[in-house]
């Protein structure tokens, strides 16, 4: 796959191959919202995000091994919190240690990762991380398919052929229009197999 002048999410350089890495830049809640309300009703630091004062949730690493391979897909996603989990997390956010403080927390997925409907009925362990590191998020729902390819892998082979099938190969036209492609890749992945 070609995806040069796709600019990397974390780097901003040029990808190459099939992008490994994507971000959710909010939890899909916020899309319930009216975008001029977004001001007043949420508070989004881009890594804990607060609604109405009410909803809490936290931006994390959901890790996707693929086989035969040492390297991972990547999401960035975000996870609901309760409320005294957001305050003991906003609290010792900057804090050296904070990894050692907690025990992993049981929360529930807050993304919609590859168009799985019920996602919000994913349970996820959050597992904290060393300062400037985003969490780990563990599906721990065992029935589901994100669990089994998240302790199991995917294939590479697999990426590739999603990739071609929903376009992200196609690198004619602007920047926008490879990134949409990108994301219609990973909008599309997981739903339709690996």
Partial sequence: MNTAGIPCEVCQGPCVGVPMFYSAPEPERCHDIPKHEWGKRIVNNNSLVMIDGREYYIKGRLNFPILNSDRKLSLETWATLSNQNFI??????TMEGREKMFVPMHERLASNVFNYADFPQINVAII???????????????????????KNGLRMEGLHNIAKRYGADNTAGSTTTRRNAVANLYSKVFRNGN
């Fill in 128 to 150: 904290t991380a060393p300062v400037p590191m985003l969490p780990l998020i563990e599906v721990v729902s065992p029935h589901h398919p994100l669990y089994g390819l998240q």
């Fill in 88 to 93: 003991d997390t906003r609290d010792t956010w």
